[in-house]
């Protein structure tokens, strides 16, 4: 299946475009117990029209690999990037994107709005 993520991300695998929270963070575990770093992103908030519910999320490994969508288009592949500086940095990131109805479309956004999102770097002891 297609990523759908911009071409610096197409390298990445994905194992489905659309997951539930819970099948993400297994694939997470499942990565991170593998010995591959990994990333979460979670949507925290939305406005308007969003592709994906609060509580959507997105597993990143360090390798590429990725789980889960938080929305779609221009918007996926800037979230794939911020984990892929969590993992390098440890920093988490809080993430605003916010669409025109008339530019929606061109970005992943169905028709306007705002979408929140959450990224930090997997830390497991």
Do not use: N
């Not at 925290?44 to 288009?73: D, K, L, N, Q, Y």
């Amino acid at each position: 299946m297609s990523s759908g993520i911009e071409p610096a991300f197409a390298a990445g695998t994905r194992a489905a475009s659309a997951a539930a929270p819970d099948d993400a963070l297994a694939y997470a575990m499942r990565w991170h117990a593998g010995g591959d770093a990994v990333a979460l992103a979670t949507v925290t908030e939305t406005w308007g029209s969003a592709p994906c519910p609060v509580g959507s999320m997105m597993a990143v490994s360090g390798s590429g690999r990725i789980e889960g969508s938080v929305s779609g288009g221009c918007v996926e592949a800037a979230v794939v990037q911020a984990a892929q500086d969590a993992i390098a940095d440890g920093a988490p990131r809080r993430l605003s994107f916010a669409v025109s109805d008339g530019s929606a479309w061109s970005v992943g956004l169905a028709c306007g709005g705002t979408i929140k999102v959450f990224v930090e770097a997997l830390q497991l002891a």
